[in-house]
């Protein structure tokens, strides 16, 4: 197959559970020319809904609640998958979310290869100061409206991993031997995340890898002087990502709650990790020196994002 031939596909999760898929969005590159795309809106599982979910996407269970359930919405989707190239922008969200959609219906795995658009982009484009894709595309000057609209982003992907194509001069297999990343893959028994093309940092190493940027520091900025932290996972960058604005802006980026921490920043939790509590123990902790007067705030990605 022409590498110049793949499907971009984007998600959307109703709550916290990665399964919880409300819609879905594939655009087809053909011979290199881009197809219109196309989108579902799919039921979630007792059409429920996260606040936190509705806030990012905008899409609602009155949207929903006349919508295909997952496994109805699959058999439409699956031909546009199956044997393909697949790229997405954030694996490590996209795929596990297909993944435990899945297992909670007992469908049986497709079969596909599978790139995050999210780390060739890291690898082939610099300066940009975020790889959300909504910052990456106007950094590129490439044209982009309603992120987190499922077929929007879908389009948008596709546009990015044509553009990277073009700056790295070579098909996907090219670029996946030059910086050394692998794909993915979706079998029927089986399936295989990406590798990266090093090991993850430790949280020490990611604190003592942000950049110096003195030049950027403001003072009237919220966050100026105050020591922040990140639980949970985001929808506008990585921890590191957020964690560098902190330190851009001139606070104080840390990696765990303590007496010293002005700022938990709370994201997207799992709360098939933090139990019935839906806490991190960040979280736990913060509210155990709150109870004993410490002056922590407590705000969600929305409310930092307006504050930054």
Not at 36 to 42: G, Y
């Amino acid at each position: 197959m022409s590498m110049t031939n793949f499907v971009a596909l984007d998600l959307e999760t109703a709550n916290a559970y990665r399964g919880s898929i409300c819609q879905i969005g594939i655009t087809e590159v053909i011979d290199g020319k881009v197809q219109p795309s196309k989108s579902w809106l799919v039921k979630p599982q007792n059409n429920e809904y996260d606040e936190f979910n509705i806030e990012i996407h905008g899409i609602t269970p009155e949207d929903t609640k006349n919508s295909p359930s997952f496994p109805e919405v699959w058999k439409e989707v699956k031909p546009f998958l199956e044997g393909k190239t697949v790229v997405a922008h954030n694996t490590s969200f996209d795929m596990y979310a297909l993944r435990d959609a899945f297992n909670e219906y007992g469908i049986d795995y497709p079969t596909f290869e599978y790139f995050c658009t999210l780390r060739i982009a890291k690898y082939l484009i610099k300066g940009c100061y975020s790889y959300s894709l909504d910052v990456v595309l106007d950094y590129l000057g490439i044209k982009f409206e309603g992120h987190h609209k499922a077929d929007n982003d879908s389009l948008g992907c596709a546009e990015l991993l044509l553009k990277c194509l073009e700056i790295g001069g070579g098909t996907l297999d090219d670029l996946e031997e030059k910086y050394n990343f692998h794909r993915g893959k979706f079998a029927p028994e089986s399936f295989i995340a990406h590798q990266a093309n090093k090991n993850k940092q430790t949280k020490a190493e990611v604190l003592a890898s942000l950049e110096e940027h003195p030049e950027l520091a403001e003072e009237d900025n919220y966050f100026y002087g105050k020591t922040v932290c990140f639980t949970g996972s985001f929808m506008y960058g990585t921890k590191k990502e957020l964690l560098q604005k902190i330190k851009d802006v001139g606070g104080n980026p840390a990696d765990s709650v303590t007496k010293k921490t002005d700022v938990l920043v709370v994201g997207q939790q799992d709360y098939r990790v933090v139990g019935d509590s839906g806490m991190s123990n960040k979280q736990k902790k913060a509210f155990q020196l709150l109870e004993k007067g410490q002056d922590i705030e407590i705000l969600s990605e929305t409310e930092f994002l307006s504050r930054i």
